[in-house]
């Protein structure tokens, strides 16, 4: 890999921080092309990539990543994590859950009990006989980081979608809100809240504010589920 080379792909990453999607991933393109394999810009290079969809083409650059001469182990870790995300989009749902199980027995970490515990969500949805281990792992991450939003999100959303437990579920959306007030999927649901009270102005507030975020392929909430309802809401103010 040139000097160049991972210049033009540092550039790239700059812009990708600043939200010029298009423009990064051109960056990127060149960049990758000309060999780029530096594992770091790589896995960002992924990050983009399954942000825009793109997951086939994401599971290429993270073999390479992985395969990246001086990789560490916390790298690797993210790689795997990513590479995770990805298969899972494309169906692979199993082995997905299987990466990310062997990341988590070796290494701990509150993105990890993020990732693996939105996952479980999505898996027992479809499987009902996956309820218990979801929840017993989503309670078991807020008690390893009572403030982080993202746990404190995903369970909630065990107890809104898998339960049907919507009271239950409230308090802990309330207080991933109040850790990280632009989270999209907490504003989307305390919406629905909202909307169900008759609150239909703090509900198109709440959905204005999710529309502003970065929704990911972690995200329950698409951007389309959002604006439908906002045109729905909108029409009856």
Not at 134 to 150: G, T
Not at 188 to 210: C, M
Request: glycine share 6%; hydrophobic share 40%; with cysteine.
């Amino acid at each position: 890999m040139g000097f160049l080379t991972k210049l033009n792909a540092n550039k790239a990453y700059r812009l990708h921080v600043k939200g010029d999607l298009e423009a990064a991933k051109a960056g990127y393109d060149q960049a990758y092309a000309e060999g780029l394999s530096d594992p770091k810009l790589l896995s960002t290079y992924a990050v983009l990539l399954l942000r825009l969809g793109d997951y086939e083409r994401a599971v290429e650059v993270l073999r390479k990543a992985e395969k990246a001469p001086g990789i560490t182990a916390d790298q690797k870790n993210q790689v795997i994590q990513h590479y995770a995300v990805a298969i899972w989009k494309l169906g692979q749902k199993d082995r997905a859950l299987d990466w990310l199980w062997k990341v988590f027995r070796n290494q701990k970490t509150g993105t990890l009990y993020g990732v693996l515990g939105f996952l479980l969500i999505e898996k027992a949805v479809d499987d009902k006989t996956a309820i218990d281990e979801a929840l017993a792992f989503n309670l078991e991450a807020v008690d390893y980081d009572e403030d982080d939003p993202v746990c404190l999100d995903n369970l909630a959303q065990a107890y809104y979608r898998l339960l049907d437990d919507k009271d239950a579920a409230r308090p802990y959306f309330e207080r991933a809100l109040a850790q990280k007030p632009g989270a999209v999927d907490t504003n989307y649901f305390l919406a629905q809240y909202d909307v169900e009270a008759g609150r239909t102005a703090q509900a198109i507030e709440k959905l204005e504010t999710v529309l502003e975020g970065r929704i990911s392929p972690l995200n329950y909430v698409t951007r389309e589920m959002v604006e439908a309802q906002l045109a729905q809401l909108r029409g009856k103010e």
